[in-house]
């Protein structure tokens, strides 16, 4: 069976992101709670829901792999309390410049892996990131990408201004799974 899926950057669509501030500790981390609750919805239309993330600082030695899962644990729990289901989370370890790395965005290799794990469609698929990273992940692996203007991107770059233009853009990830529910996909997949 063929699926098909919304990937999700972590930092920035699910919880919320700052310039300089690193969500390391759980104790770190403030959801986007529209978003946590828009992951149902997205589900409710079928799409399976995955997280693609970097976390360089596991790598830098600002946070351990423990405590990666513990936020991991809580934003998945945070998501079933919703309704919702996020089906498995790739996490990039590595540090930026990692020869051994074809993992970290804007590098498409988790994405490509969780395709053929999952056999996820990626023409019927979608990328929501909030950073140029994020969608030059989803430009490497051919599939529509979605910029959510709920994390740093404001703060930090011009869309115009970026190597990789995202297709779509919207504020959040809960006007995202509205638009995909009105329109019923036909306008986001190729």
Known sequence: MINRAVFLDLDGVLIK???????????????????????????????????????????????????HNEI???????????????????????????KNCDCRKPLPGNILKCAKEYDIDLSTSLFVGDMESDIGAAHNAGIRSVMVLSGLTLKTTVIKDMKFIPDFVFDDLM???????????KSLVR
């Open 72 to 98: 991991i644990n809580y934003v998945m729990h945070e998501v079933k309390k919703s309704g919702g289901l996020i089906t498995h989370v790739y996490c990039c370890p590595h540090a930026p410049g990692d």
């Open 175 to 185: 006007n995202l799974a509205e638009y995909l529910k009105e329109t019923k996909m």
């Open 17 to 67: 992101a700052s310039c300089g501030k690193y969500n390391n500790k759980l104790s770190d981390v403030e959801l986007i709670q529209s978003a946590i609750d828009a992951v149902a919805l997205i589900n409710d239309l079928g799409y399976k829901t995955f997280i693609i993330t970097n976390q360089s600082g596991i790598a830098k030695g600002l946070k351990t792999i423990a405590d």
